[in-house]
């Protein structure tokens, strides 16, 4: 394989466990976030695939970088979001942040600790939300809690693809402190069934992500444009509903991901509560400026 077009999944925006774009985001953004979604994918691919070696994945990640910047030869993955960008006036560096994750992925199997999971994630996560925000117009004071939500969804997909990760990749995001800290194994991922050591490991975790939820439980009440408002209401429903099951599931054996009426029903509710939790910002405001 020579170009990444070559190692695309055929995986798309509609899979994705949480909402990418959708009908809700306003159109006039919509092309400039799902060309971002194409050149991020297409690196995933990169990353992810398992018949390919470091180097040439490296080589690969360098050669959608090198288009996207326009220092070397065009790719079909790069060159619509290297026009939203040129159009738009947007910087390249959420992409090349991103770039620089899946460049991690290539050559890291193993995480330390949870502050080495979260640098993870400020490079595979955040940058997403950064760029949205920044596509949207929306002041960089937005950024906390949308980091905290990026990466709470990050590690949301970690545990719920924990074996398949280390099955297909040995790729292993559960930090080596927090099984440790537990007595369970590398090796226990790959089982049928986790262990009472590996679940308490996972729900350890699935708190701690609970922990981040919180912090960005404000997000939405921050958005000046509320359609963008009512998306990430979304996402963060979603978000909790899943967190909740990795506390009371195991992702090895079980399903901890959400169904689709299950998924428009938490959409239902979450949009319910994102436009009075908006409402009560904006009485609050008005009380203040009387």
């Known amino acids: 394989m020579t170009t990444a077009t070559e190692t695309l999944s055929g995986k798309g925006a509609g899979d994705e466990n949480f909402p ?11 092309g400039a976030i799902l060309a971002f979604y194409r050149f991020v994918r297409a690196a995933d691919d990169v990353s992810d695939h398992p018949e390919l070696g470091p180097d040439e994945k490296l080589r690969l990640l360098d050669g959608l970088e090198a288009a996207l910047t326009g220092t ?3 790719d079909p993955e790069a060159e619509p979001l290297r026009r939203v960008l040129a159009e738009r006036g947007l910087t390249d560096r959420h992409a090349i942040d991103l770039l620089d994750a899946f460049r991690m992925d290539a050559r890291k199997l193993r995480y330390r600790d949870w502050s080495d999971l979260i640098g993870y994630c400020t490079l ?3 940058p997403v939300g950064r760029y949205v925000l920044d596509v949207h117009g929306e002041s ?3 950024w906390a809690a949308s980091d905290a939500l990026c990466a709470a969804l990050q590690v949301i997909n970690h545990l ?3 074996a398949k990760d280390y099955r297909d990749l040995d790729r ?10 537990h007595g369970a194994s590398v090796e226990e991922i790959g089982a049928a069934h986790a262990s009472p050591a590996l679940l308490a490991t996972i729900r350890d975790l699935a708190d701690r992500t609970a922990g981040l939820l919180r912090e960005s439980a404000v997000f ?4 000046a444009d509320r359609r963008l408002a009512l998306e990430v209401g979304i996402i963060q429903g979603l978000a909790e509903r899943l967190v909740g ?8 054996s079980e399903g901890v991901h959400a169904g689709k009426a299950e998924a428009l029903a938490v959409a239902g509710i979450s949009l319910l509560r994102t436009m009075l939790q908006r409402k009560r910002s904006i009485m609050r405001t008005a009380e203040v400026r009387s």
């Open 20 to 30: 990418v774009a959708s009908r809700l985001i306003s159109p006039r953004h919509r």
């Open 72 to 74: 070397g030869p065009a």
């Open 124 to 126: 595979s996560a955040m």
């Open 140 to 142: 960089r004071t937005t």
């Open 160 to 162: 719920q693809d924990c």
């Open 172 to 181: 292993v995001y559960i930090p080596a402190d927090a099984l440790a800290r």
């Open 220 to 223: 939405p009440a921050l958005i």
């Open 245 to 252: 099951k990795l506390r009371r599931r195991d992702p090895l």
